[in-house]
């Protein structure tokens, strides 16, 4: 009951902060406008504190409990649809009447005929309040400088925030035109502001387009923030900005912001490869946190622990209705028998299947996690693989961690390659066979290179034969082709995904596919092709 309280009276907190100010000057006209803007920080975090606290407790109280907290959140998923299965919340009557269905092979086709993910327009919204107010706080703990006036911006016009709540950033800090959802924008606001100490961007692979975005147009920019605003030129901060795009990308964020501390986005599918070059380019030297993980199913875990370098999560017994499919040596186990989150082992692995308020469909996710440790009774996670992103021409299953593994180990060996993204095509997609044997086209943006030997594009294949024996067996007998290597132009896959983009109807964070399966998105990466 307290927790509807809390979502009643938050949506209020803006109106009672708007009035402050006035009841303020009212009896004490003799106050400054910085002390009341400073009260109003006060409440904010007073409120922020007190939503924080209550919502620690209840994730305390449900993780501590986390059988039943979990057969609670099965009874309202089954309320939401407004049927039970033979009218009980058993868990193994919901197992037997309700099988495990498999998503998309292709999450970049939404009408193949294929079941589809179970998913609203709109996270769950305690779920999104509560990853939301825990983030902020455990940001705000780890670097508290990024909570005062004018510390973050964001660059995208979506947040990295679940449920972002209006009412605390002009209070809290966000540099920038409030409301505002144009990208160029919301950039310029972020690069006109020096003392910067949080960037933000809904998903890393936006804030690698917001970067290269900026190298391509940095001159218009630097004469837009040369100009001003009406009556505000800022020549100053315009030579700052061009002396730091002429020394190019690697530390490029702290040299237009020497305070930036953190970067947060949402953590997604396939959005390790672009956080890694960020670390490795523009936000080197930087702390990267994300809140949650999410998925078109919804928010799955959140994060808990900014100070770690590697992002790991905490799946919570709540909505949506989370069960765990082991898999052992890259094979799924019998999937009549699925785990609750109590049951999880550290260690081991095992594929997310998720059942939500919107939907009774108990639906294998493809998302493969990793336990590697335990808050309460729940799995504190990683996640390592998709299974839905693996490349098979020949019953081989190359899965897209094992891609990726061969892929980093080839990236080493070209001199001054930085790897920037990546995708696979089977040749049967594209009919580049042409008679020979099938194989893999491999699109690449890289940093560093324009162009690749035939020795160097052979190494990516000799290293798939080195972690593959399936595929070297293959490879030797011919009964599949050596990979093809193409390089991409800058902004193919910025194409790519705002093409993937139009096509999603959900509102999470696009996950980012390493396998497509369209042939009209691989022919966009085609038509870019510089080698």
């Known amino acids: 009951m307290l927790c509807w309280l809390v979502l009643l009276l938050l949506p209020l907190l803006p109106l009672l902060l708007l ?10 006209l003799g106050a400054s406008l910085a002390r009341l803007a400073s009260l109003q920080q006060q409440v904010a975090w007073g409120a922020l504190g007190w939503a924080a606290t209550w919502q620690r407790y209840r994730l305390e109280q449900s993780t501590r409990h986390a059988a039943r907290s979990q057969h609670q959140a099965l009874a309202r998923c089954l309320r939401g649809a407004r049927r039970a299965p033979g009218g009980s919340t058993d868990m193994s009557t919901f197992r037997n009447l309700l099988p495990l269905t498999k998503p998309s092979q ?17 996270y769950p919204q305690e779920a999104a309040l509560q990853a939301t107010v825990l983030g902020v706080a455990a940001l705000g703990q780890a670097h508290p400088a990024t909570m005062s006036p004018g510390a973050t911006a964001r660059v995208t016009p979506a947040s990295p925030w679940p449920c972002p709540l209006p009412w605390l950033g002009p209070i809290l800090g966000q540099a920038g035109p409030p409301g505002a959802e144009d990208p160029r924008a919301l950039l310029l606001a972020a690069l006109r502001s020096p003392g910067l100490r949080a960037l933000e961007a809904r998903t890393a ?51 237009l912001w020497p305070q930036l501390q953190v970067v947060v986005t949402l953590d997604a599918g396939g959005q390790a490869e672009a956080a890694a070059a960020l670390r490795a380019l523009w936000c080197h030297g930087l702390a990267f946190f994300s809140p949650a993980y999410a998925a078109s199913g919804g928010l799955l875990a959140l994060n808990l622990w900014p100070d770690q370098p590697q992002g790991i999560y905490l799946l919570p017994p709540g909505i949506p209705f989370v069960e765990l499919l082991p ?24 594929e997310l299947v998720l059942t939500t308020h919107a939907s009774l469909t108990r639906c294998r996710l493809g998302d493969v ?18 299974l839905g992103q693996a490349l098979s021409v020949r019953g081989e299953v190359t899965s897209e961690r094992l891609f990726s593994q061969a892929l980093g180990r080839a990236v080493v ?3 001054g390659a930085k790897l920037l993204d990546h995708c696979c095509v089977e040749s049967s997609i594209l009919d580049s066979s042409e008679g020979s044997a099938l194989h893999y086209e491999v699109f690449l943006e890289l940093r560093g290179l324009r162009n690749l030997s035939e020795e160097n594009r052979n190494k990516l294949d000799l290293c798939l034969q080195d972690a593959s024996p399936h595929y070297k067996f293959l490879r030797f007998r011919g009964s599949v082709g050596p990979s093809h290597v193409h390089l991409v132009a800058r902004g193919a896959f910025s194409a790519l995904r705002a093409a993937l983009a139009a096509r999603l109807s959900s509102s999470a964070p696009p996950a980012m596919p390493r396998v497509l399966r369209h042939r009209q998105l691989a022919q966009l990466l085609q038509r ?4």
């Not at 009035?19 to 004490?28: D, I």
């Not at 391509?216 to 730091?244: H, K, M, S, T, Y």
């Not at 996690?369 to 998709?386: E, L």
């Not at 870019?528 to 080698?531: D, G, Q």
């Open 327 to 350: 898999a052992k040596h890259g094979a799924l186990e019998d999937d009549s028998r699925t785990l609750l989150l109590a049951e999880a082992q550290q260690g081991e692995e095992y």
């Open 528 to 531: 870019r092709l510089l080698s």
């Open 106 to 122: 292709a999450p970049e086709e939404q009408n193949g005929g294929q079941e589809q993910l179970p998913a609203s327009s709109q």
């Open 205 to 255: 692979t936006e804030l690698l387009d917001v970067f290269s975005g900026l190298e391509a147009a940095g001159q218009e920019l630097v004469e837009a923030i040369a100009a001003g605003d009406p009556g505000a030129p800022l020549p100053g901060r315009a030579a700052e900005v061009r002396a730091a795009l002429e020394r190019g990308p690697r530390g490029l964020a702290l040299q």
């Open 413 to 415: 060996q070209w001199p």
């Open 369 to 386: 996690i990793q336990v590697v440790g335990a808050h309460n009774q729940c799995p504190v996670v990683r996640f390592v693989d998709r």
């Open 19 to 28: 009035l402050l100010p006035a009841v303020a000057l009212h009896r004490c």
